[in-house]
């Protein structure tokens, strides 16, 4: 660890917006400390519940090449502390979500770096519920790991391990569920799996139910090429065979297959968003008065406006799918996601499910008649710039006070039809420029003065993007 950690403290010094990353095998990211972090994981769920008897995890992983590694250390850990594990080997994360309660074990573990190149990876904690855990949770979970050599347990208590085949879960039955639902299609369709977690769960599915007509690219895993070039990181080679083939629309994932994006027959990303509006719809035709929708900050105006015409509320929350079923807790909402392609959809699922998520959107899709290639042009997105910089100094920059100013003023310029948004990536020591407005000529005017400021202040890292 690079900084101490306790209870006590204001903020996580492990855990970002979606669990601990850095890349494999230094940092945060060794074996020594996935070993700790999964006993401190299993000293957590003890003490949240005291008389539940023994505790069970299960662990997943995406086809990285390090997974193993950090899948075994976390499995050792948590049989150390006296916890029993379920191996579920390479797996999409909301598999790992959706097993917890199936299996009725404490809690879970996902090894994945999800969109990152495969030199990085990452860990993922889940609640018995499959839900991840809370900032608050995981502070909690920080604090026990200082302390993990007196949560060593005798030789007679130390956890056990069986491994589960994918094609024997609850989640596979799931998604062998959603492709039945999914109406017959006129036309092909492709999925590109990124060579990651979801590639052979689309292919045992397909030739489960015979689904001649979708067709799987980005399926072939070696440990080195997760989303390289391909999934929700590239969609040209997804474009490129959705036209040549002639498909009605293409489908892609991330690397732990947690996020989706579609693609419409002439080649145009169908994002998060414009999926949220449609399901919004389909689920309020469904379930009348209880389908309000959360989304996150990064959301496009364009998606308040077509809600707020359908009669449905937008609830605003802060970036990551765990922040997003928190809201939906809140305000009673059945549906949430962010434009990255992270979906929930209660009572479906509870984490972002890439597969799932994907195959629910079609179905909609067919039950509205909405034709997918006019998508794109109905939902007219304001114009909108995200700008990635990368800085020595994150908490510097943000704490500038000639910063903020300038993204106040901007933002009364923009108001109503336009908005700056600023906020640190929680993987990378990068600080985000969001900057989206009905008139798309002022945009790099202000992004570039933005930008400048932020790396007067916090210093140049590299070449930002």
Known sequence: MTKSCSASGRERCLFGTDGVRDEANTGNMTPELALRLAQGYVAFLRNKEPSSGRLSLCIGKDPRRSSDMIASACAAGAMSAGADVVSLGVIPTPGVSSMIPSLGCSGGIMISASHNPWEYNGIKLFSRTGEKLSDQDELQVEAYILDTASLLERREKIGSARNLDLCSTAYYEAFLDSLKELPPLEKPLVVDCAHGAASGLLEFALAATGRENILCIGKDPRGTNINLR?????????????????????????????????????????????????????????????????????????????????????????????????????TGSLLGGEQSGHLIALPHFVSGDGPRGGFLFLRACAELEEDLDTLVDRFASYPQHLENIRVLHKEKALGSPELEEKRRIHEKNLAPHGRVFIRPSGTEPLIRILVESRNKEVIPEIVEDLKACILLSGGAAEESS
């Not at 002639?246 to 999926?275: K, P, T």
């Not at 919004?280 to 989304?295: L, S």
Request: hydrophobic content about 45%; overall charge positive; glycine content about 10%.
């Open 230 to 330: 391909a999934g929700v990181m590239d969609m040209l080679p997804l474009s490129q065979k959705v036209r040549e083939i002639g498909a009605s629309c293409g489908m892609a994932f991330d690397g732990d297959a947690d996020r989706v994006l579609l693609m419409d027959s002439r080649g145009r990303q169908i994002n998060g968003d414009i999926m949220l509006w449609i399901l919004g719809r389909w689920m309020e035709r469904r379930n009348p008065g209880k389908a309000g929708v959360v989304a996150t900050v990064m959301s496009n105006l364009a998606l308040e406006e077509h809600l707020q015409r359908a009669g449905i509320p937008l609830h605003r929350c802060a970036v990551g799918d765990r922040y997003v079923l928190e809201k939906m807790k809140h």
